[in-house]
């Protein structure tokens, strides 16, 4: 069971990171998320979160990010390996249940599924 945790290596925390990211990694977009994905010299992929103060309180924004790291946890062999992934939410990303939040990240990584060359920088 320890294939589905979330360890502490498997999180961006720092700005910098997320900078890095930002300036240099391949985006997508959906109606409610934005993702930067930027391959990395690991073994394992890595998640990094951000949900602005335009996300409702802060019990909302939190409750979006329990989402996003919920399915990165038990999808994250199916998501490109060895990147570091960023999710930024759009407003109306805390209207939205779990099972949506999958469906529109789904998408994003299927249609990156047809096209590989789109989807990472190296």
Do not use: C
Not at 113 to 118: K, N, R
Request: aromatic share 8%; proline share 2%; hydrophobic share 40%.
């Amino acid at each position: 069971m320890s294939n589905f945790s979330l360890k502490r290596i498997e999180r961006i925390k720092k700005s910098a990171e997320f900078i890095i990211i930002y300036q240099k990694g391949a985006r997508k977009e959906s109606r409610h998320f934005k993702v930067a994905i930027l391959k990395n010299n690991l073994l394992w992929s890595r998640l990094g979160i951000t949900v602005g103060k335009k996300i409702g309180n802060s019990v909302q924004r939190n409750h979006v990010k329990r989402r996003i790291r919920e399915y990165f946890r038990l999808h994250k062999a199916l998501l490109p390996s060895s990147s570091d992934i960023v999710f930024t939410a759009k407003p109306g990303a805390d209207h939205l249940l779990y099972i949506g939040i999958a469906n529109e990240i789904d998408q994003l990584f299927v249609a990156d599924a047809h096209q590989p060359e789109l989807h990472l920088n190296e």
